[in-house]
């Protein structure tokens, strides 16, 4: 099976990597999001933690969404940890335990004024991520319980979930260093939705280069390898999603999706001469029926520059 996977994975990068331009493509820069609830409320459940790291590549010299579909291209690594409100004794009608993997390549392109990222993505579920090993051994080096045997018996199981993502988005400028951009996202996957939001972004770090949103929390960071501006930016954003099915909340298993998945987040980012640091907060609205309450997840970045 895993090997079913590389090679299909290998196929999808091939697909997209097909040049579409004169000249050869380079690494333009890499970005990457670290959250954890841990961060947020302190409480260690549902969407406990995430970790996302992009490497672009494109055409030498660009800074920003590229002219047509298959330029600029964005090689992406994510990991999930889902856990129930209680890693030893869960409730009965609580989420199961999930860790998911995904490897996908995804195109950053401007279509009439429209930015538009589309991409695929390719999805591991269960024990053979190994991420359920990696917390119960942070787990025990941090001195704290980890998941008890009976949560992990009951664990999404090991599968593969192609999934495909789009977002397109219009910015508008309201003034210097001042963007409000919409958006609309729809995937078919792993979970299949369709999403309508916006960001509100003030500051010299949301003027440049191409920004990639973090699956879990909706918060952006910044990818393309560019020279800093020093200062304080903000991020205030939020979206509603319609989540049509879910693997990691089977409805063979019982599990009723709630109608609407809600996001609301804040971010702020300093940027000195020659480090930065992003911390941004999100709230995260109930993801299926039986959950009781929403919960606060923390998202931090450091970057130096040489």
Known sequence: MRLAFFGLFMAILSGFSAPAFSGDRVTLGYGRL???DWLGDGLDRWQTGSAMISM????????????????????????????PASLVHPAASDRPYAGALSFGVHSHFIEDEYEVSAGVDIVVTGPQTGLADFQTAFHDLVGDVGPSATVLAGQIPDAIHPTALIEVARPLALGKNLTFRPFAQAQIGVESFARLGADLRWGNAWGQGVFVRDTVTGQVYQSARIKPQPGISVLLGGDMARVYNSALLPASDGYQLTQFRSRARLGLHLQGEKASVFYGVTWLGREFSAQPEGQVVGAVRFGVNF
């Not at 010299?61 to 889902?82: C, D, H, K, N």
């Open 56 to 83: 672009l590549r494109g055409p030498a010299g660009l800074q920003s969404f590229a002219p047509e579909f298959g330029t600029l291209l964005e090689y992406r690594i994510g990991s999930v940890l889902i856990a």
């Open 34 to 36: 670290l959250t954890n």
